[in-house]
């Protein structure tokens, strides 16, 4: 709820401007707060951040962007890509799901040697 308040909050301003502008900002402001050790789990603060280009993205689509969806064949090809999808991250350790909740920051996930190039 307090994700969705601040959400709500941020169209003030993202309705004034473009949405190149507002989907690029967004993104910035996702990127960065996920480098910031300071803004952490208080009030859901770092998740709110890091889905706010979804919500921005969402606002600005129009409004029978998701018609084409309801075709029977998208339905079947976007069910098999999500299933892929949720193996590969589920089975392969390489990969941190955890980095996909959006509730710790970057730093979390760096500090794995395995990871290192």
Do not use: C
């Amino acid at each position: 709820m307090i994700s969705s308040f601040f959400w709500q909050i941020s169209l003030y301003f993202f309705r004034r401007i473009r949405p190149t502008a507002g989907i690029t900002i967004s993104i910035l402001i996702s990127l960065l707060v996920g480098y910031t050790p300071f803004i952490g789990r208080e009030l859901t603060l770092q998740r709110t951040a890091v889905f706010l280009p979804f919500f921005i993205i969402g606002y600005y689509l129009p409004k029978g962007f998701f018609d084409w969806f309801k075709n029977f064949k998208y339905k079947k090809l976007f069910a098999v890509g999500f299933v892929i999808i949720y193996a590969l991250v589920n089975y392969l350790n390489e990969v941190n799901k955890y980095m996909f909740f959006g509730s710790k920051p970057y730093d979390d996930f760096l500090n794995f040697p395995e990871w290192a190039f």
